[in-house]
């Protein structure tokens, strides 16, 4: 099983505020879409997502940062997975710190859209 699911993004004016800040929306949507993939991988069904949980935006992202978001796989149970997602920013200047960090539930759903069981022995 793939314990990391990791994707690259670069910060462009149209995620950011005139001031230069990446909009938090902007980055709660990244965080979504790689959790879900790891979530997706992990239950090898279709995944929606049920509930973003505490997240915390530790230090800005600016307009040219470099984003790493990291999604792992911490809990899961009959047909719903919660994933840790942590964003690690980056840039010309500066080495990678983590910026924000908080965690996801995704339910595993059939074609019907109603929850299904996710394999316990994975
Ligand atoms: C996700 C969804 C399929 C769950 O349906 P449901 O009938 O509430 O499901 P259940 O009550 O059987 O719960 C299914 C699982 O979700 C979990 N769950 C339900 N509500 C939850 C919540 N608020 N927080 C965390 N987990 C939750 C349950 O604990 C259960 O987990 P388990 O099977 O691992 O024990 C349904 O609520 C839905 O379709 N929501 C919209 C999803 C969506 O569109 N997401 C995108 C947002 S724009």
Redesign the pocket.
Known sequence: METETRTLELVFPEHANPGGNAFGGFVLGLMDKVGSYAAIRRARKRC????VGEVIFEVPIKVGDLLEVVAKVVRV????ITVEVEVYRENLKEAKVLATRGNL?Y?A?DAE?R?TPVDPAD
């Open positions: 929606v997502t049920v509930r149970g009959r047909t719903s539930t339910v759903i859209g929850p």
